[in-house]
């Protein structure tokens, strides 16, 4: 069963950092992309940035450019998303995703909620 599992979210003042974690399990990703979402309230969910699982390849959202860096550790079959600068538009539930495609995301995680104050 694959699971995706993230983690690193929370409650946080405009201008501080986070890394939010996302430990995925159940299959083999080798070949796949792992992305980062997310969502804010009364909006849609939007893609942030995605990794190929070598880590060859990054690709971020315009919107995020420049205070996002996705990047990952096969060892641990972890994938990061460190933010910094974090605006109270930062605010929303982050969701991990897994697919062989960026625009197919099959295996998707619960989310964790970052919360950013002004």
């Known amino acids: 069963q694959v699971q995706l599992v993230e983690s690193g979210g929370g409650l946080v003042q405009a201008g501080a950092s986070l890394r939010l974690s996302c430990v995925a399990s159940?299959?083999?990703?080798?070949?796949?992309?792992m992305g980062w979402f997310r969502q804010a309230p009364g909006k849609e969910r939007e893609f942030v940035a995605a990794?190929?699982?070598?880590?060859?390849?990054?690709y971020y959202a315009d919107s995020v450019k420049g205070r996002f860096t996705i990047s990952g550790d096969n060892a641990k079959n972890t994938v990061y998303l460190q933010i910094v600068s974090l605006k109270p538009e930062d605010t929303a539930v982050y969701y991990c995703?897994?697919?062989?495609?960026?625009?197919?995301?099959?295996?998707w995680g619960k989310g964790t909620l970052v919360t950013v104050s002004s």
């Open positions: 990794i190929s699982w070598g880590g060859d390849n990054t």
């Open positions: 995703a897994a697919g062989p495609l960026l625009r197919q995301m099959d295996y």
């Open positions: 159940g299959r083999t990703f080798s070949s796949y992309f």
